[in-house]
């Protein structure tokens, strides 16, 4: 043991959980076992490659040294920010305050920072991507939850009402983290009558203290129902127009435009230009990673400025939203032939797969080669990571470790 290290710091496991399952499953597999790998967070083809957007690539390959190698401004570059989130809302002529960051992740980190006094807690939905924890954890604060609908069932309003209020009361101020449209790991969205309840009560709550909503949007180019997508944002902007509450979103390249890798994104508020708030982002950023990475900033203002490769990348996400929706419906088939219930996916890369005692659910499906992460609530597949063809594998398999409790 390090005596260096400060004690609270000496107790990690050596891998992320997810990525430990992953390497476990690839070991497997290079030693010829038969295995389905549902662990992966990537966009995978048929043949088990990464996918990655040729529109992008090509972008990528004509960036010249200097949309490269110069440092981009601190906060990032403002004409990178407001193609970013005109992305998402068209008819804003603004970012708002906003700041450039490495991904989805770092936008969630620096949320915490400037919206939560250390200690505090940040609420999300039950279930939630796991590294929501490991952000809250590392910045000396807590994770709270309330539940996101089961698959066919309405949201909870009671139980997102006293969630809210009993963080109001207890830290005058109250930051949520929603996945939503396109939630991981469910594979769902808020129905619009879910969304209109939630964004009631968060208004309500907004009358006792500070609220900031963040939403994360890590997956909306891969759905089955983009008209929905659509609806769900101009939800959150009439809201955030509002005033009232503070609606945020994190916004990230790295599934949109496969660009994982680049670790660029951003976190936004359109709605609300207070120079104090553009102050303490551009702040963060320069206490944290200083600036972001300038080539995908200066892809994305490529991107802006090429109708045809905006026309490809267009039809490049519909692609692989119809592969991920063949794939979800496959497995819904194959679970209801094995007597389960399916799970009507709806966007983003997972679904999850209810389970009685997810960890040991798991443990027998590994043992049989087929690799799922367990969840508190269930098993999450990576729906991103395997054939439509996989699908009765799978449920068989579920079925048999299901029947053996
Ligand atoms: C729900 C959710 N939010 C945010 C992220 C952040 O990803 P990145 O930091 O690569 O943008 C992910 C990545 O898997 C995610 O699943």
């Known amino acids: 043991m390090t005596d260096q290290l400060i004690p609270t710091r000496r107790a990690f496991p050596a891998d992320d959980p997810i990525f430990a399952l992953n390497t476990e499953a690839q070991a497997r597999k290079a030693v010829g076992e038969a295995v389905l790998n549902a662990t992966v967070g990537a966009l995978l083809d048929d043949s088990g490659q990464l996918v990655v957007l040729e529109a992008v690539m090509d972008l990528w390959r004509d960036l010249t040294a200097l949309e490269v190698a110069p440092y981009a401004p601190i906060a990032g570059d403002p004409a990178f920010l407001k193609i970013l989130v005109r992305r998402h809302w068209p008819l804003l002529d603004t970012a708002g305050a906003a700041c450039a960051t490495p991904g ?20 999300t939905t039950a279930p939630f991507w796991g590294p929501y924890a490991t952000l809250a954890g590392e910045n000396g604060m807590q994770l709270t939850t309330a539940p996101w609908p089961a698959p066919g069932g309405a949201l909870d309003a ?25 939630h991981n790991p469910t594979g769902r969205s808020l129905s619009a009558a879910d969304r209109m309840a939630l964004m009631g009560v968060l208004r309500e709550v907004s009358g006792l203290g500070p609220v900031t909503l963040l939403v994360d949007f890590a997956y909306l180019d891969y759905t089955r129902e983009p008209e929905a997508v659509a609806a769900a944002l101009a939800d959150y902007a009439a809201l955030g127009a509002e005033g009232r509450v503070l609606v945020g979103a994190s916004l990230s390249l790295s599934k949109s435009l496969t660009l ?15 120079p104090a ?16 990475a300038k080539a995908p900033q200066s892809l994305l203002l490529r991107l802006a400025q090429d109708g045809k490769a905006q026309a490809r990348l267009a039809a490049e996400h519909r692609h692989w939203s119809d592969i991920l929706a063949a794939r979800a419906l496959a497995l819904d088939v194959a679970l209801g032939i094995e007597g389960m219930a399916a799970l009507h996916w709806q966007g983003g890369f997972f679904v999850t797969v209810p389970a009685v005692d997810p960890e040991a659910t798991g443990g027998r499906l590994k043992a049989e080669g087929v690799f799922t992460v367990p969840l508190p609530e269930g098993l999450r597949v990576g729906l991103c990571g395997m054939r439509a063809a996989d699908a009765p594998l799978l449920a068989k398999a579920l079925r048999r470790v299901a029947a053996a409790r």
Do not use: H, I
């Open 104 to 123: 989805g992740s770092g936008a969630l980190a620096l949320s915490l920072r400037n919206f939560l006094e250390p200690g505090q807690a940040v609420l």
């Open 158 to 182: 009671e139980a997102w009402e006293s969630a809210l209020r009993r963080l109001m009361k207890a830290q005058g101020r109250v930051l949520l983290w929603l996945n939503d449209p396109c």
């Open 260 to 274: 994982y890798g680049a670790r660029c994104g951003a976190l936004a508020f359109p709605w609300c230009g207070d």
């Open 277 to 292: 708030l553009q102050a303490a982002l551009t702040q963060s950023c320069r206490g944290t990673w200083s600036n972001c």
